[in-house]
């Protein structure tokens, strides 16, 4: 198993919309960012590519790049979920938590883990949300921005089909010297 963590903040603004896990939260303010800065998702982004090594999305995403003006964050996490799949990576499961004075997350998180799980190709109890204020203290206590921890493990999967399952299966050469029942090879 690998882990992987990630952090962001974004400042909130007026004329911005408020958008947290792809769902549009009603605020009279929203993140700033590049793209729809969608803190929660790059927070859970940067975990899933840290548990990788792939680096963070800075690198894949570059904020100077007009491709990515505005575009849904959802839509970066269903890329960063396919560099996973590509290096062989399943996702166990991520756990994140969204640092904000107001407003009241409650009602929206089920519909975020609903669009990050889709994104990714998991089921949505593999993905937790959590809200927490800082009771008004610092940046985000007196509503001058939002952040958004985040942590995933993750587990390389083996491809089983370079054994002989026809007769003795030969030990795994790769990583861990066991066959695929389960005992220990060569
Ligand atoms: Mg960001």
Redesign the pocket.
Known sequence: MRVGMGY???KLTDGRKLILGGVEIPCEKGLL?H?D?D?LV?AVMDALLGAAALGD?GKHFPDTDPEYEGISSIRLLEHVGKLLEEKGYVIENIDATIIAQRPKMLPYIENMRKNMSEALKIEADQINVKATTEEGLGFTGQGQGISSHAICAVEKYMNFSSFDVTGDMPACRGCCGQNPKGEKGL
């Open positions: 962001d903040v974004h960012g793209s800065a803190v790059h999305i």
